[in-house]
T-cell receptor, first 115, second 114 residues
Framework: AQSVTQLDSQVPVFEEAPVELRCNYS??????LFWYVQYPNQGLQLLLK??????LVKGINGFEAEFNKSQTSFHLRKPSVHISDTAEYFC?????????????FGSGTRLQVQP | EPEVTQTPSHQVTQMGQEVILRCVPI?????FYWYRQILGQKVEFLVS????????KSEIFDDQFSVERPDGSNFTLKIRSTKLEDSAMYFC????????????FGEGSRLTVL
């Protein structure tokens, strides 16, 4: 079974400041890793994903994340946030090589960008 | 751009009533999912569906729940006798292939059970 821990439930930050949203996972098998974003009153939208290869992945809206296998982490970063980045961010994992393909989500981190 | 659509956007029902939530997945997708998000909590997997049968389900998906693809385009979630704790946002998702794990989500159906 897999589990995902997002250490921060809320992250307030000023506009144009950098931000890091933390995600750690636990799994007995190799996983794919994802970040989804949920804007108010909308569904979840894929921000970026790690399947294999380079551990630094770039996504939409200037976000990037780095897979660290030894620390079982997949932290999300953005060097300069905008007001429009205010949203809920979910880290998720999907197991490789098993019959289980469903995503397991973390509890989410609410990013609040202030002017 | 193709998208997953869900209806209704919000439904209020009395405890014990049956509810059907509807989803139209992206047309060339083959795998379909229901997730739910109780207010303030994490998004939880309910069930996945492929080739007209359930491929995986969670412990949440008990006998009160059922899914169906009645006409080749719609994908429905039925809750037979709703309970207060079924109040949540229900998200439908679809994907063409599972090896990349990327799911395309609808905007959700908010269910309020009174």
């Amino acid at each position: 079974a897999q589990s995902v821990t997002q250490l921060d439930s809320q992250v307030p930050v000023f506009e144009e400041a950098p931000v890091e949203l933390r995600c750690n996972y636990s799994s007995s098998v190799s996983v794919y890793l994802f970040w989804y974003v949920q804007y108010p009153n909308q569904g979840l939208q894929l921000l970026l994903k790690y399947l294999s290869g380079s551990t630094l992945v770039k996504g939409i809206n200037g976000f990037e994340a780095e897979f660290n296998k030894s620390q079982t982490s997949f932290h999300l970063r953005k060097p300069s946030v905008h007001i429009s980045d205010t949203a809920e961010y979910f880290c998720a994992v999907s197991a490789l090589d098993t019959g289980r393909r469903a995503l397991t989500f973390g509890s989410g981190t609410r990013l609040q960008v202030q002017p | 751009e193709p998208e997953v659509t869900q209806t209704p956007s919000h439904q209020v029902t009395q405890m014990g009533q049956e509810v059907i939530l509807r989803c139209v997945p992206i047309s060339n997708h083959l795998y379909f999912y229901w997730y739910r998000q109780i207010l303030g909590q994490k998004v939880e997997f309910l069930v996945s569906f492929y080739n007209n049968e359930i491929s995986e389900k969670s412990e949440i998906f008990d006998d009160q729940f059922s899914v169906e693809r009645p006409d080749g385009s719609n994908f429905t979630l039925k809750i037979r006798s709703t309970k207060l704790e079924d109040s949540a946002m229900y998200f439908c998702a679809s994907t063409r292939q599972t090896n990349t794990g990327e799911l395309f989500f609808g905007e959700g159906s908010r269910l309020t059970v009174l």
